[in-house]
């Protein structure tokens, strides 16, 4: 069966300081990969998404990034946070055409 | 544009109430819809879909139908339990590639 992973689930970082959430899907091969960010009392916000290896697409400008060097790996980062990144990080991943996302446990990023 | 709308919560119930949450959508076309629960603390996880016109999803006592003549797919349980408290999304395919989710709305369910 297919399951997906996130790390770190909770983090404390400061302004200024570098990101990097990662994600690993087991189970499948090929699957687009998704990151999305929920602030605090919002809904979900697309930040990026992929389609294969080395294939990033972003939707909303800001100072973070994600790579895929790996099938089902899926790393987002940034080089200094900003206290406007905090919020609640998931991953998902989605097989083929099939209409369902699948998402991870979620990683809690505060900035201070 | 390609989009969805909830109702804006949170919506507190008692115990054994009726629940709706509204759901509209636009699009071209007749795109798969999705109800999304994210218990606390937790990522989100599929609750029903719905693939086509007066299709009903339906799981955990939870219903909702495809309705393209009113553009919704309302989520409807007949009677709530404390356990269901937790944030319900919309959601539909804005293309191949991105799923496009509603605000989300809080469900408090009081004993």
């Known amino acids: 069966s297919q399951t997906i992973h996130q790390w770190p689930a909770t983090l404390v970082q400061p302004v200024g300081s570098p990101l990097s959430l990662e994600c690993t899907v087991e189970?499948?091969?090929?699957?687009?990969l998704y990151w999305y960010r929920q602030a605090a009392g919002r809904g979900l916000q697309l930040l990026f998404y992929?389609?294969?290896?080395?294939?990033i697409s972003s939707e909303v400008p800001q100072n973070l990034s994600a790579s895929r060097p790996q099938d089902r790996q899926f790393i987002l980062s940034s080089k200094k946070l900003l206290l406007s990144d905090s919020g609640f990080y998931l991953c998902?991943?989605?097989?083929?055409?099939?209409?369902?996302?699948?998402f991870g446990e979620g990683s809690r990023l505060t900035v201070l | 544009g390609n989009s969805v709308t909830q109702m804006e919560g949170p919506v507190t119930l008692s115990e054994e109430a009726f629940l709706t949450i509204n759901c509209t959508y636009t699009?071209?076309?007749?795109?798969?819809l999705f109800w999304y629960v994210q218990y606390p603390g937790e990522g989100l996880q599929l609750l029903l879909k719905?693939?086509?016109?007066?299709d009903k999803g339906s799981n955990k006592g939870f219903e909702a139908t495809y309705r393209k003549e009113t553009t919704s797919f309302h989520l409807e349980k007949g009677s709530v339990q404390v356990s269901d408290s937790a944030v319900y999304f919309c959601?539909?395919?804005?293309?191949?590639?991105?799923?496009?989710f509603g605000s989300g709305t809080r469900l408090l369910v009081r004993p």
């Open positions: 998902a991943w989605r097989a083929g055409n099939t209409g369902e996302l699948f």
């Open positions: 189970g499948t091969s090929n699957p687009n």
């Open positions: 992929s389609v294969g290896i080395g294939q």
């Open positions: 699009a071209t076309g007749y795109p798969s």
């Open positions: 719905a693939t086509k016109a007066d």
């Open positions: 959601a539909r395919w804005d293309s191949s590639y991105k799923l496009i």
